[in-house]
């Protein structure tokens, strides 16, 4: 069982930047995967950016270029760095991890990211 707390969305104007973080606990962390999908409104959740335990990085491709993923092992954190924000990127943003093993996954509540025009 792992119980996932995103952080850090708001409100911003196009062209500016936002950070997302999100806080893992619960359970043994070993092997994980952590990332962020989002879902705009009226549409599927879709892929932003993961992170494997080895630090290998996959990225969405509407976001490559303008985001990046991070995490910090020791906090069982993982992080999104967002900069020249659109208002397609405007959506709820939900914190993923995935154990490597199992493949089992665990979703956070989400956090609302709005871009304005």
């Known amino acids: 069982q792992v119980q996932l707390v995103e952080s850090g969305g708001g409100l911003v104007q196009a062209g500016g930047s936002l950070s997302l973080s999100c806080a893992a606990s619960?359970?043994?962390?070993?092997?994980?995967?952590m990332g962020w999908y989002r879902q705009p409104p009226g549409k599927q959740r879709e892929l932003v950016a993961t992170i494997t335990s080895g630090g290998t990085t996959v990225y969405g491709d509407s976001v490559k270029g303008r985001f990046t993923i991070s995490r910090d092992y020791a906090k069982n954190t993982v992080y999104l760095r967002m900069n020249s924000l659109k208002p397609e990127d405007t959506a709820v943003y939900y914190c993923?991890?995935?154990?490597?093993?199992?493949?089992?996954?665990?979703w956070g509540q989400g956090t609302q990211v709005t871009v304005s025009s």
């Open positions: 619960g359970s043994d962390f070993s092997r994980n995967t």
């Open positions: 993923n991890f995935r154990r490597e093993v199992t493949s089992v996954a665990y």
